[in-house]
Each structure stands twice: as C-alpha cells, then as structure tokens.
C-alpha cells in the first residue's frame, strides 16, 4: 500500500465550479502537507502548505488537513481554465535528521477546467 | 534570472548505455535533489544533497549515481543496471534541506526514453 494515495482523475469542471482535490495518507508521523501545481511538460511548483490540522486559505485556494481521519483537501473555488493543471499533494514528517527535505508525494489529480 | 535548468528536455537512449541528465541551479541554495516521475505514481527520491560532496540515497537509488562537486551543479547518471530507465526525471533545490516545509524548486524535466 503507498503511503499516499491520491485520485488520478482526470477530473473535468465547468469554468466557474468548484474543484475538490484530496489525499490519504497511512503515516501518522505526517505533519507537514504542501500541494503542489504542475502544468503539462513543465516541473510542479508550490501552491500551499500547512502545518498540523485546519484549513488555510490563500485567494481562491483553501487547503484542509483532516489528520483524524488522515485526509487532505485543496478547494480551488471559482475555477478557470488555467487552473487546468495536475495537482500533487506532498508531506512530511516532523523534524528529524531522517526527514530532511524528504517528501512524500501523491500521483497527482488531473484537473481540466472547461470554458 | 533564477532558477534551475535541466538539459537536455529530450534524451532517448539505446539499451546497456550510460546516460547523463544535467541540473544547474543559480538561486545559491544548498540543497539540491533528483525525483522520478512515472504515470500514476507520485514523484520518487532518487538521491539528493544538503552539501556540496555529500549525498544521501532516497528511495530508489538503485541504477542511479550522482555527484555534487560544485553547490550549483548535481548531475545524475542513469546506469545500465536500471532496469526501467523511461521516465520524466526531475531536479529541484531548496535552501538547506533542513526544513520540513522548506519550499522545493523544481526544473522543467528531463523526460528520458529508452529505446
């Protein structure tokens, strides 16, 4: 079992919906979560982070972290076209000699958003 | 104007040969590292480096060498002993590589195939 799992899509919205995005994860030790975007061709780029359970938003991007239930959300609300992209969910654990710099990536949702 | 540079964007190569995937970086982080990229699986570490001439193995090192003798430079050798070599490879750089959400940047890829 991967210790990330995340829906390869592709998912196809309507310019304007909302697009819903999330991840599982298996590690407990997880407490660092970043999403990234990922354009065709073209090497992924940070959307967000967070730290620990709760939501965060930044413009029309809201990031959840469930750790309960060990879950993630990205919400991109008012979707347009160029939001069509792959978008790849990341974690780490906490702090420690082992963890530096060592992500865990999910596969990657494809998201085309049609005008 | 910063940032990191792969080359060659296409490399193809015949079986049993040796091949060298270049990454530069001018943003004068420390920390530099290789991901591989395959369709529905999530990046993978192959190796990365917190310092110039050290590196650590990640996750699926085997069939892969790398050296770091300068900060800016990190190339990767794709051996004959990888059995699966096709694939879009990935360089990114981070600051320290001492931060669990230290922010990566990544290159444009190398998609290698293996003919």
């Known amino acids: 079992q991967k210790e990330v799992e995340q829906d390869p899509g592709p998912l196809s919205v309507p310019e304007g919906a909302i697009v819903s995005l999330n991840c599982t994860y298996s590690n407990s030790a997880f407490q660092y979560f970043m999403w990234y975007r990922q354009y065709s061709r073209k090497g992924p780029e940070l959307l967000m982070y967070?730290?620990?359970?709760g939501n965060k938003e930044d413009g029309r991007f809201t990031a959840q972290v469930d750790k309960s239930s060990k879950y993630i959300s990205l919400f991109i609300r008012d979707s347009q076209p160029s939001d069509s992209a792959t978008y790849l969910c990341?974690?780490?654990?906490?702090?420690?000699?082992?963890?530096?710099?060592?992500?865990?990536f999910g596969a990657g949702t494809q998201v085309v958003v049609t005008p | 104007d910063g940032g990191i540079t792969q080359s060659p964007k296409y490399l193809f190569r015949k079986e049993g040969q040796n091949v060298t995937l270049s990454c530069e970086q001018n943003?004068?982080?420390?920390?530099m590292y290789w991901y591989r990229q395959d369709p529905g699986q999530g990046l993978r570490l192959i190796y990365y480096s917190q310092i110039v001439n050290d590196f650590q193995k990640g996750d699926i090192a085997e069939g892969y060498s790398v050296s770091r003798e300068k900060k800016e430079s990190f190339p990767l050798t794709v051996t004959s002993a990888q059995k699966n070599p096709t694939a879009f490879y990935l360089c990114a750089s981070s600051i320290s590589g001492r931060g669990a959400l230290e922010e990566q940047f990544f290159g444009p890829g190398t998609r290698l195939t293996v003919l």
């Open positions: 990341a974690m780490s654990p906490s702090l420690t000699t082992d963890s530096w710099g060592k992500f865990q």
């Open positions: 943003l004068n982080h420390d920390a």
């Open positions: 967070t730290y620990s359970s």
